[in-house]
Nanobody, 128 residues
Framework: VHLVESGGGLVQAGGSLTLSCTAS????????IGWFRQAPGKEREGVSC????????YYADSVKGRFTISRDNSKDTVYLQMNSLEPEDTAVYYC??????????????????????WGRGTQVTVSS
């Protein structure tokens, strides 16, 4: 397993969660990392991504102002701070890595097989 997500759980609407995506068996520093989510019956969407070189960042319109992505290369970990959570944020959240790419490119790769590495996902449930 090359990417492991953690931090999911059950939270009430308006609450916060922080997801972590940790790389193993490779150094993530030269990879763009993206967070994706898929809710039942819906297509997978790119939520937020951070580029490999200059740290450029992409956010989906639905999460702008509420979610913050960051990375700690010393820990090979990318975080997704999620505030003001809404029931519509309920989904399985996945992270994926794409070598030497800008944020917008990796977030467009909604088929995880189009990335280099991906994790198994973590469930986020927001109750109303």
């Amino acid at each position: 397993v090359h990417l492991v997500e953690s931090g999911g759980g059950l939270v009430q609407a308006g609450g916060s969660l922080t997801l972590s995506c940790t790389a193993s068996e490779f150094s993530s520093e030269t990879y763009a990392i993206g967070w994706f989510r898929q809710a039942p019956g819906k297509e997978r969407e790119g939520v937020s991504c951070i580029g490999s070189s200059d740290g450029n960042i992409y956010y989906a319109d639905s999460v702008k102002g509420r979610f913050t992505i960051s990375r700690d290369n010393s820990k090979d970990t990318v975080y997704l701070q999620m505030n003001s959570l809404e029931p519509e944020d309920t989904a399985v959240y996945y992270c994926a890595a794409l070598s030497d790419a800008p944020a917008s490119t990796v977030c467009a790769r909604t088929e995880l097989a189009e990335t280099d590495y991906w994790g198994r996902g973590t469930q986020v449930t927001v109750s109303s």
